[in-house]
């Protein structure tokens, strides 16, 4: 075309010639000299600089931005390095000095040695998910899990229903939907997994990647007792699919709980059941696998929601569950006490989502930029939601149809719920739909975070997709011993500050401190000037259509948000220990 450089422009109406749902990599050779070609954007999704041995190994620093936006540079012609004046690990050091990030690797034409190594960086680069509702469900499934089921309407009950489930909608605009738009932001502009995504935005010298561990380590740690749960309801699926509980009295079905509590072998088959499951699906691919069996499991999970809702309003009880559970009644909230209902409410709003350890970081890095962030995080938001709120319509009815305490916790799920099944017309179905729906809902979370823990073994390793998979499962198998134990063998009256098991002790370490202090950490990195600062994140989450970040959150977000998640840490620490 007579000039020195190609840019995006040229690109796209180059790429009308071609068949690109056919194409699995297209290479724009971008030849001339080593400064236009990094100054004009190509719209490629990887740039890679070709430096030759006879060049000199000072070339870094005569054209440093060509390296700087480089994701990959080949030192070319090695075999020839007896021949001239050129340091390789000198050479290196200036290119990595320029872009930490960037990756080196020594390649000869002639000899074919390191082109093995260039290829199987292609092949590792980062997949992309298939579709925008492919991104909405499994972080929806992430962020949907346990606590919506279980938690989200028994905490309803606890702070006077309705009054409850108005202040959580408004905490949850006001404290989720930020951090998570933060996170999405990091993962999506960083195309990192957490572990390595401050490695790409901090400014050099900076430490805010010590953070990226630490939420790996959150993951693991979550998935030590996550595992476990999810292997309970699966376990209560499989009983109450088979009859176990039919003819049992409410003893009856109590001790069912109990004894699956003293059975390691039994807890330990269903854990590792889960997490061979969850394992297989991630190591499928992003795409063929996570994407796939979300899609389907979500909206499996979905449609049975709305069955077993369907089926509540038919309960005698139904009409006073759901005034319960849906009108507010600011006098029962008096009774029950104003600050308790709102700090239940505002704690319940921020962990919901699973913010704080890099578990939707991950999924922003696998999207592209046709959508603002911000209105993907409501979007997300809205359908962790819907399945809270039609957890608690599920419940209240039969609640209220069978006098049943509806603040009774986590032994609703395992004990009560399974007592009402025992006394209704087709109960065992019921059951049965109630407890795969349950399973579902913890194994959205499962599949999520094992993505997370999966993609971070791959790139701080370089292992591929199946053999972080196969290290991961051994790991998280072994990690999630002291869980099943803990109930049993492992029992230990020290645990009882936490609430008397090993989960209670991980569940204290993950909800009440990585979670809070992890989301503080992402919210500074993207406000403060000596993180990411505020423009590049909203430029960031505000590329591509939809809801944007506006100029007057601002104030807000970096003085009075902080101020919020951090009394949601201390509060966390107070209702644990002097409460």
């Not at 909608?169 to 933060?182: D, K, Q």
């Not at 699966?234 to 699956?260: C, H, P, R």
């Amino acid at each position: 075309c007579g000039l020195c450089h190609i840019d995006a422009d040229m690109v796209s109406r180059a790429l009308l010639e071609y068949d690109t749902e056919n194409l699995d990599l297209l290479i724009l050779e971008n030849i001339g000299n080593l400064v236009c070609p990094a100054e004009f954007d190509t719209g490629a999704h990887k740039n890679v600089m070709l430096l030759s041995v006879p060049e000199g190994d000072d070339k870094p620093l005569k054209y440093p931005l060509m390296f700087q936006v480089s994701d990959l540079v080949l030192i070319n012609k090695i075999d020839t390095l007896e021949y001239f004046d050129f340091d390789f690990e000198l050479a290196k050091e200036r290119i990595l000095k320029l872009n930490p990030n960037a990756v080196v690797l020594p390649v000869s034409a002639k000899t074919g040695e390191g082109l093995e190594q260039v290829i199987d960086w292609i092949m590792k680069e980062r997949e992309k998910l298939g579709s925008r509702l492919g991104f909405i469900l499994i972080s929806a499934g992430c962020a949907i899990g346990i606590g919506n089921v279980w938690k989200f309407p028994y905490m309803a009950g606890q702070g006077g229903g309705g009054t409850f489930v108005l202040f959580y909608l408004i905490f949850l605009a006001l404290l989720g939907l930020p951090v998570m738009t933060m996170e999405f932001s990091v993962g999506r502009a960083s195309q990192k997994s957490p572990v390595k995504a401050y490695y790409a935005l901090e400014k050099p010298g900076q430490k805010w990647h010590i953070h990226g561990y630490i939420t790996l380590i959150g993951c693991y740690l979550l998935m030590m007792f996550y595992t476990t749960v999810t292997g309970w309801m699966l376990n209560y699926f499989y009983m109450t699919a088979t009859g176990k509980f039919q003819g049992l009295d409410s003893d009856g079905v109590a001790g069912q709980f109990t004894n699956m509590l003293g059975q390691p072998v039994t807890m330990g088959f269903w854990m590792i059941v889960v997490v061979i499951a969850g394992v297989f699906v991630c190591s499928r691919g992003l795409q063929n696998g996570l994407e796939k069996v979300t899609k389907i499991m979500m909206i499996s999970l979905l449609v049975i929601m709305v069955v077993l809702a369907i089926n509540s309003f038919t309960m005698d009880g139904a009409k006073e569950g759901l005034k319960f559970y849906l009108i507010p009644d600011f006098e029962r909230m008096k009774e029950i006490g104003i600050i308790s209902t709102i700090t239940g409410a505002m704690n319940q709003a921020f962990f919901t989502l699973s913010l704080g350890i890099g578990a939707m970081a991950i999924f922003g890095s696998y999207i592209g930029k046709d959508h603002a962030l911000l209105g993907e995080s409501m979007n997300i938001a809205l359908l962790d939601t819907f399945v809270a709120i039609t957890s608690g319509l599920i419940i209240f009815p039969a609640c209220f149809t069978f006098n049943v305490d509806q603040t009774s916790g986590p032994s609703l799920i395992f004990i009560t719920l399974p007592n009402i099944f025992n006394h209704i017309p087709l109960g065992r179905l019921w059951g049965s739909l109630f407890f795969i729906f349950m399973s579902f809902a913890a194994f959205s979370t499962i599949l999520a975070v094992f993505e997370n823990i999966i993609s971070c073994g791959m790139e701080l390793t370089g292992w591929s997709r199946k053999k972080s998979s196969l290290v991961n499962a051994i790991a998280i198998i072994l990690l999630s011993l002291p869980c099943v134990l803990g109930y049993n063998v492992w029992s230990w009256s020290g645990f009882e500050v936490f609430g008397g098991a090993v989960l209670d002790f991980e569940d204290f370490l993950v909800s009440n401190l990585l979670l809070p202090l992890g989301s503080l950490v992402y919210l500074l990195f993207c406000v403060s000037k000596r993180g990411w600062g505020w423009k590049n994140f909203t430029e960031e989450a505000n590329t591509g259509k939809g809801m944007k970040i506006r100029k007057w959150m601002r104030g807000y977000i970096t003085y009075i948000l902080p101020l919020i998640i951090l009394f949601i840490f201390f509060f966390g620490l107070y209702d644990k220990f002097f409460a």
